[in-house]
Nanobody, 124 residues
Framework: HVQLVESGGGSVQAGGSLRHSCAAS????????KGWFRQAPGKEREGVAV???????SYTDSVKGRFTISVDVAENTLYLQMNSLKPEDNATYYC???????????????????RGQGTQVTVS
């Protein structure tokens, strides 16, 4: 039984930082695609950052240079460090994992095979 439990998120002023964590059980992060997507009210789901099984990372253009995705394989925890936050980053953020379909960003943008419960980020 795969379970992804998120923590982090919250409210911050523009320019501030937040860090998300996603602890996995019943699943090993060393395999497959893992990453984060977000969804804001009235907007489509958007893949934000992913890590492939070879450790390579990809980011959507709007967060490049501001967000950093990482994984601690020993702790089986995925992280998303978000710096220089902007109001347009307001959304619910989800961690997700799944087998690659075309690309890891496509996999995560589609919501992955398993996902966390979501955590709200509010930037004012």
């Amino acid at each position: 039984h795969v379970q992804l439990v998120e923590s982090g998120g919250g409210s911050v002023q523009a320019g501030g930082s937040l860090r998300h964590s996603c602890a996995a059980s019943g699943y090993t992060y060393s395999s497959y695609c893992k990453g984060w997507f977000r969804q804001a009210p009235g907007k489509e789901r958007e893949g934000v950052a992913v890590i492939d099984s070879d450790g390579s990372t990809s980011y959507t253009d709007s967060v490049k240079g501001r967000f950093t995705i990482s994984v601690d394989v020993a702790e089986n925890t995925l992280y998303l460090q978000m710096n220089s936050l902007k109001p347009e980053d307001n959304a619910t953020y989800y961690c997700a994992v799944g087998s690659r379909w075309m690309s890891c960003m496509t996999t995560i943008n589609r919501g992955g095979m398993y996902r966390g419960q979501g955590t709200q980020v509010t930037v004012s």
